[in-house]
């Protein structure tokens, strides 16, 4: 079996336009490994202890292929992600928390996480907040941050390999899509605190501003590719991969308008406004006409997708913004929530009840500019 995943993976990455030989050759041979893998942490955490050894000497191929590479490409970037993201991404996991750090010795911690009865033992009975460490999120903002800068380098950095532009290109969406989702770990306590604690960040806007200007990049690519280019290259995954990457950009425009609020420099102009309204049309299309990005997507996924990004409170808060105060046509009515008493009206409330906290800075500014109630 091994050998004809190498003979396949040789066939694959080593043709005759491959760019990067000598360090291709290591790259097939880590690719191979890379199959197990990716087959094993289909089934248990790759940060199980079992798979420390695999992962070992995945990195140790790794770094004696990027050994042979030039530095201004981002071909090594695509393998990391390829190697070390892409198995926690594909089930958007992240690595383990350091929550029983202080509860048990460092070396029995991962062992406490993997055993179910231990894990609800640390987790439920003896993990008050308290009694967390201050690095409970240090291995997943350490992952974080190298994930980000793979996003860097695939998106700042020429790729000479044309089949390896070719992998970038399919798995960039997915990237995309699971860091601006996960970006909000880098806050070292709970997932309702962090997103509010890092919009006052600075390096946090920073790095959505960057994301924006990265992805609104990568989209440019689209018509150059054509759309027989793009069912060609994504394949059956087109619009699930499309509907991932226009997620990842409503994720880091809806950080940027509250940040904008929050900074005092919004403007119903901004970028972010534009880019915002343009996306959550094109992912929810004109109003009962069914005909949006999202309503391509199989049942379950659509309705995953809509309800996050249209039908919940900030969602609603967003389009309150943007349609209410902006003046902006703005799509999106209620499909998957068949409630009889809600309507958009009710919806729009719920939305004004969830950004209450920037309600007073966003109306004092309109009112600044254009004014606004």
């Not at 199959?35 to 089934?43: D, E, S, V, W």
């Not at 992998?167 to 709970?190: C, D, I, R, T």
């Not at 054509?226 to 226009?246: H, V």
């Not at 009889?340 to 800075?361: C, F, Q, R, T």
Request: glycine content about 6%; proline content about 4%.
């Amino acid at each position: 079996m091994d050998i004809a995943l190498y003979v396949d993976a040789r066939n694959r990455w080593l043709g005759s336009e491959s760019k990067h030989l000598l360090a291709k050759e290591y790259f097939v041979a880590g690719d191979v490994l890379s199959k197990h893998m990716l087959f094993i942490t289909g089934l248990i955490h790759p940060d199980s202890l079992t798979l420390k050894p695999f992962f070992a000497l995945q990195h140790g191929i790794y770094n004696l292929a990027v050994g042979h590479m030039p530095q201004n490409d981002g071909e090594s970037a695509l393998w990391y992600h390829r190697w070390f993201i892409y198995p926690y991404a594909k089930r958007d996991h992240l690595p383990y928390e350091n929550r029983p750090g202080r509860l048990v010795p460092d070396f029995m911690a991962r062992a406490f996480i993997e055993i179910p009865v231990l894990k609800y033992l640390v987790v439920k009975v003896l993990g008050p907040k308290d009694v967390y460490p201050k690095d409970f999120r240090a291995n997943q903002q350490k992952h974080l941050k190298k994930t980000f800068e793979v996003i860097k380098k695939l998106s700042t950095l020429p790729i000479a390999d044309k089949s390896i532009h070719q992998e970038y290109l399919k798995a960039f969406p997915g990237l995309a899509f699971y860091y601006s989702l996960n970006q909000v770990f880098h806050y070292n306590q709970w997932r309702s605190e962090g997103r509010e604690k890092l919009l006052y960040e600075a390096w946090y806007v920073n790095h959505n501003e960057e994301q924006l200007r990265w992805y609104l990049a990568f989209e440019t690519q689209f018509d150059s590719i054509g759309a027989e280019g793009m069912k060609q290259l994504y394949g059956k995954s087109l619009f699930k991969d499309l509907s991932l990457f226009y997620g990842a950009i409503l994720n880091v425009t809806e950080d940027l308008i509250l940040s904008d609020i929050i900074y005092g420099h919004f403007s119903c102009d901004s970028e972010h406004i534009k880019t915002y309204v343009r996306v959550r049309n094109l992912v929810a299309g004109e109003d009962g006409m069914e005909n949006g990005l999202f309503f391509k997507l199989p049942e379950r996924e659509f309705m995953v997708m809509y309800e996050s990004f249209i039908e919940r409170s900030y969602p609603y808060f967003y389009k309150y913004i943007t349609r209410d105060k902006c003046n902006y046509t703005v799509h999106g009515v209620p499909v998957v929530i068949v409630v009889s008493n809600v309507d958009e009206a009710w919806l729009i409330e719920s939305g004004k009840s969830a950004g209450y906290k920037y309600l007073d800075k966003l109306n004092q500014q309109l009112n600044k500019t254009n004014g606004g109630e």
